[in-house]
């Protein structure tokens, strides 16, 4: 096997790896789900949403970029773990402790691939653009969406109704059919008792 291609299968077989890192979420009322799964779902809405989100910005975006976004924004957590968005560990540490293993994993990656990979992962971090802005939003909404879907509540991390607001509002509102997705579900948690409102 050349060097090429030996670098390539040794980076599919590190990013396989993804479907070991367990999240905070279920994936059914018996089990969490992986990070790989959830990757994929965000891909998947992503598609589902891509022309509401055209017809919402009233321009093209670039569907192929989301999918990529969706498809590699957590590979870094093979290596760096999945913090729950209610921890208490310093954003600048789970940056800083990210960036480390975005730097070790993609840039020495052969045929332009690096840059990409850097570029895409630096994009969606930043927010830089419409399409990343757009991924973020359905990030945020996925794994509320499982724990209205699951049962599982937030009775595990301590949430209400309005610090789930406080958590959601500002990567949702990025669309108004996230938005509108969100509270949808934010709303659904309530009725059902899963999610305080308080």
């Known amino acids: 096997m050349d060097g ?10 590190f990013t396989a790896r993804l479907r070991e890192v367990e999240r905070h979420n279920n994936a ?10 959830h990757s994929w779902h965000l891909a998947l809405v992503s598609w589902i949403l891509h022309r509401e989100f055209e017809r ?25 773990g999945d913090p729950s968005a209610w921890s208490a560990q310093p954003d600048g540490d789970k940056a800083r402790i990210e960036e480390e293993v975005a730097q070790r994993r993609f840039s020495g990656l052969p045929d332009g691939l690096g840059a990409e990979f850097l570029g895409l992962w630096h994009e969606y971090e930043e ?46 509102q990025a669309s108004e059919a ?14 059902q008792g899963l999610l305080p409102n308080v």
């Open 28 to 37: 059914t009322s018996t089990r969490k789900e992986s990070v790989a799964e």
């Open 178 to 191: 996230l938005t509108t997705l969100y509270r949808e579900v934010r709303d659904a948690a309530v009725t």
């Open 127 to 172: 927010g830089a653009t419409p399409e990343a802005r757009l991924v973020r939003g359905v990030d945020r909404l996925n794994p509320a969406l499982m724990r209205l879907l699951t049962g599982q509540g937030w009775q595990d991390v301590g949430a209400d109704a309005t610090a789930l607001d406080r958590l959601q509002l500002p990567r949702v």
């Open 56 to 80: 919402e910005y009233g321009h093209a975006l670039d569907l192929e970029k989301m999918l990529k976004l969706c498809l590699m924004h957590d590979l870094v957590e093979i290596d760096a």
């Open 4 to 13: 090429n291609l030996r670098e390539l299968f040794d980076f599919i077989a």
